[in-house]
């Protein structure tokens, strides 16, 4: 770990310019430019958990000695290579700069226990669980949201923490740490997010959005959710990453029928807008089989035209899944060729590499 992080005072100095930086409101000193010039070795290492934990345990701690929300990463711009989950200190709400929205995306968590009921080896969560999330402090979920939009709406947020290209609030979205339509208490946040949503009379340029597995869509609370979310307005993206049974367990870790693919994906369209999301990538090496990139294929063509079109995108972050190791992204000219593949059957494409 000295190796990694330079030395054994590097915690040391990462805390005291954190509590520098959390004084300088409360004395109005001007230490808040303060910069954590040794920071920039933390990305891709292993150490970088826990270094963060750290710095947000003394600035929690700070902050509630001192009666102030500090904003503890005004250091480091969001970026969409970190969706880190606790990038306002906040339990519900996280924002992101999102490659494929083209902005701030201000995420909504609801499986803070980091359980899902999909395992896909690409996922980004560490520690992750089977399973579904536990209740929903709805009051607390509504607090956090109405404070982070009022910095964003009437605030300097983006100033601070995006850069210039990314400073624009392009949606909400329900996504996290696992599947947000496991949560038995996911209608209920559809709902104070809508209340929320109106409060600040956000315009139809920021969408509500839900990045979804579907797998859900049989449950009539979920399926009165998407609705409810289709009528915000806003819209669905639905994971489909193959479309064969023995493709779907490789990449995503269950088992499902294609036909309840197909069925589930075409409910979805006729409750919400909807886009198909794809994660495109290579496996030891190798993109999909011509089996499974026809099997895909066929089914795009099925289901395609009732839905808005794929997004389409390769590896942005690193998996923190046991295959991690296996992956990484196409050439572009295959990732090209298969998008051109999919557009060739009518449907909209999206492309990000």
Known sequence: MQDDVAG?????????????????????DSVTGVKLEATGDLHGSPCKAVVRNYIIADFRSLAAVFGQRVAWREWEMLNVSDHSRDSAGLKYIYPVVSRRAGGVSLGINLNVNNACNWRCVYCQV??????????????????????????IVSGDFLARNASPEARRLVDLAFSGNGEPT????????????????????????????????????????????????????????????????????????IRMSIDKVRESILACAELAPTWIQTCYFALDGKESSRAD??????LVATVGKKTKGVLLYGLARPSMQPEAGRLSNVARDQFHQFADRIAALGVRVVANP
Request: aromatic letters at 4%; glycine letters at 10%.
């Open 8 to 28: 054994e005072g590097y915690l040391d100095r990462i805390a005291m310019a954190v509590q520098m930086t959390a004084l300088a409101p409360v004395v109005g």
């Open 126 to 151: 560490p520690g992750l669980t089977r399973g579904g999330p536990p209740p929903v402090d709805l009051g607390l979920l509504e607090s956090e949201l109405r404070e982070l939009l009022a910095d």
């Open 182 to 253: 496991s949560s038995a208490d996911f209608l209920a946040a559809v709902e104070s997010v809508g209340r929320v949503m109106s409060a600040f009379a956000l315009p139809e340029s920021v969408p509500l959005r839900l990045i979804t597995n579907g797998s859900l869509l049989h449950r009539p609370a979920v399926r009165k959710a998407v609705a409810r979310i289709g009528s915000q307005p806003g819209e669905i993206w639905f994971k489909l990453d193959a479309a064969t049974e023995s493709g779907i367990a490789a990449i995503n870790g």
């Open 293 to 298: 990139q026809a099997a895909y294929l066929e």
